[in-house]
């Protein structure tokens, strides 16, 4: 881990997963973060054990529609949240509290979506990471 200097992180390594809000939560998944703008179903707040819940930093509803999960429009939609991500200034305060608290311990973003490759939340990640 990185030594913080000025607010920043010097050679930060951040430890950020992902898992699907449908697997069982696990002590090892340390901090969990659910990343969806909506709740997934027929998921309790207790099976999915959410620390919290950032809506705001998702990808918006008119984003997420136009994407509709086909990974043909994959790489059109990581630019398009990535840009959202970038421009918004209330993800920017939600990135940097991840990123705190993922110098600290782990840090697991939750996601609902089937695909485990095409989804925003694997976009997060990378952004978070490379930020």
């Known amino acids: 881990?990185?030594?913080?200097?000025?607010?920043?992180?010097?050679?930060?390594?951040?430890?950020?997963?992902?898992?699907?809000?449908?697997?069982?939560?696990?002590?090892?998944?340390?901090y969990?973060?659910?990343?969806?703008?909506?709740?997934?179903?027929?998921?309790?707040?207790?099976?999915?054990?959410?620390?919290?819940?950032?809506?705001?930093?998702?990808?918006?509803p008119a984003l997420r529609r136009w994407f509709g999960h086909l990974p043909e429009r994959f790489t059109a939609f990581k630019e398009r949240y990535t840009r959202e991500l970038e421009e918004n200034p209330a993800c920017a305060g939600l990135a940097e509290s991840i990123r705190e608290r993922a110098l600290e311990q782990k840090v697991t973003l939750v996601y609902?979506?089937?695909?485990?490759?095409?989804?925003?939340?694997?976009?997060?990640?990378?952004?978070?990471i490379s930020r």
Do not use: F
Request: proline residues 5%; aromatic residues 6%.
């Open 32 to 60: 969990r973060i659910l990343v969806d703008r909506l709740w997934a179903r027929g998921v309790t707040k207790e099976q999915a054990a959410i620390d919290e819940w950032m809506k705001d930093i998702a990808p918006s």
């Open 112 to 128: 609902a979506a089937k695909d485990p490759v095409h989804n925003h939340a694997n976009v997060l990640q990378e952004w978070l």
């Open 1 to 30: 881990m990185g030594e913080l200097s000025g607010g920043k992180a010097a050679d930060a390594s951040y430890s950020i997963g992902l898992k699907r809000i449908y697997e069982p939560a696990d002590p090892a998944d340390g």
